[in-house]
């Protein structure tokens, strides 16, 4: 049974930065497509940024224009666990953040990320920026 555990969460001023992780276990798959998700109250959930491995092997990462320079995703192999660290960090980024996977490459392309399309999800983190 996957199983995706984010954490890392919290409250911070404008300008601040945080680091959300994301641990995944009883995934079996050799290609990964990992995502981060956001979803404000009233808004629907978006993606973030996202990144494809192959038995471990780092292939590509894309982002979001609004967290572009300023997110970045990352995947430690050994601990398999997906990273986000957000620094910059703005207002508008408060928001209930998750983390998602699957096999698929055509998912971690997809412009915009597309929510529907991951199996495998988290319970979210909330992420608060205070101006």
């Known amino acids: 049974q996957v199983q995706l555990v984010e954490s890392g969460g919290g409250s911070v001023q404008a300008g601040g930065s945080l680091r959300l992780s994301c641990a995944i276990s009883?995934?079996?798959?050799?290609?990964?497509?990992m995502a981060w998700f956001r979803q404000a109250p009233g808004k629907e959930r978006e993606g973030v940024a996202s990144?494809?491995?192959?038995?471990?092997?780092?292939?590509?990462?894309d982002y979001a224009d609004s967290v572009k320079g300023r997110f970045t995703i990352s995947h430690d192999n050994a601990k398999n666990t997906l990273y986000l660290q957000m620094n910059s960090l703005k207002p508008e980024d408060t928001a209930m953040y998750y983390c998602?996977?699957?096999?698929?490459?055509?998912?971690?392309?997809?412009?915009?990320?597309?929510?529907?399309?991951?199996?495998?999800w988290g319970q979210g983190t909330q992420v608060t920026v205070s101006s």
């Open positions: 009883g995934y079996a798959y050799t290609s990964k497509c």
């Open positions: 990144i494809y491995t192959i038995s471990g092997t780092f292939y590509y990462a």
């Open positions: 998602a996977a699957d096999v698929w490459d055509q998912l971690c392309r997809a412009r915009p990320l597309a929510a529907g399309g991951f199996d495998y």
